[in-house]
C-alpha cells in the first residue's frame, strides 16, 4: 500500500517529478484537462478525484482521505522545463531507485495518440506486492503519465483491459515523438561511429560526450567517454541487430547497474542507455550483444 501512494505522487519514468494542480472535484468518463490538451475517456464506471493534485480513478471508487484502492489509474505530468532541468542533472541515475523485490518486465517505445511514447511494465513481489504499467507521453510544453497500479496480479490481469482500452481514447492534439524529446531535453547529441576489431560495423550513440576509439569484438562494444565537468554523462547505444542479451555494462572495467535497455517497438531497434560521471575519461563496455 505504501509502495503504491508514493507511486501515484511520483511520476515514475522521470525520477520524482511533481504533479500541476487540476482541481478537487470528482473525476469519471470523459476527462479533459486544459493547460495539457489531454483528453481521454478513463475506464467504464471507473470514478475517482482530483483533489490529490492528479486525477486518480479507480473501479471501487476513490475519495481524498478514503481508502486507497487496490486498482487505481493516475494522471500526472510535469512541465518541460523541469523534465530538462532533471534529465540534466550530473546527478541523474537510472537505479537512483532501484529496489532489489522490484523487477521491471518490459520497457519499449509505442505509439500512443497517434505518436512515440514510453511504455514501463514493473512489478514489486514482497509484503508490498504490485504490478504497474506506465505511458509517458511528450508535448512541446510538458510530459504527461498515464499510470494503472494493482496490489494483486490477478487484479492486474482482471483489469488492464480496461486501462488499455482507454489510453486508446485518449486524443493530444500536441503530442511529439517522446523518443526525440528524451534526447534533446537530455541534451545529447546523436553519431555515427565507424567501429573497428573483430566485427566491421557503423553504431549510432546518441550522447552528451565526446565518444572515441570504440571496439566491436566477441566480447561486445566498447568505447572511450569525455566531457566537461557539471554536465551530465550519458550515452544510448542503438545496438539493433547485435541485440541478444542479458547485458552487462562496466565503466572503466567495473560493473555497472546505471544503464537501462529499451526497446523501440515501432523500429525493431534495440537502445541501452548508461550514465557515467565527467571530468575525466572513461571506458565503457558492453556485453551480451
Known sequence: MLRLLAAAILVVSLAMLPAYAQGSGEVAGRYKNARTGLIIDLPQGWTGTDGLGFP?????????????????????????LKAKEIWQDPEYSYSLNSDAACKELARNYVLVAKVRASEVVKECDDQDYSKTKTYAIATRDNIIVIRFSAESSNDYDAHIAAFEKSVGTLLLYT???????????????????????????????????????????????SFDVAGKKGIRGVAEVSIGAMASGPYQVTIDGKATDDFKVTRDMTTGETLLSVNYGHGARHRVAITGL
Do not use: C, F, Y
Open 175 to 221: 503530442a511529439i515523438d517522446m523518443k526525440a524529446a528524451v534526447k534533446k531535453l537530455s541534451g545529447m547529441h546523436g553519431v555515427l561511429h565507424k567501429v573497428a576489431g573483430g566485427k566491421q560495423a557503423t553504431v549510432r550513440i546518441d550522447t552528451t560526450s565526446s565518444i572515441s576509439d570504440a571496439e566491436l569484438g566477441k566480447a561486445g562494444l
Open 56 to 80: 486518480i480513478v479507480s473501479p471501487t471508487g476513490m475519495v481524498p482521505g478514503g481508502k486507497w484502492p487496490a486498482v487505481n489509474m493516475a494522471i500526472m505530468s510535469t512541465g518541460a
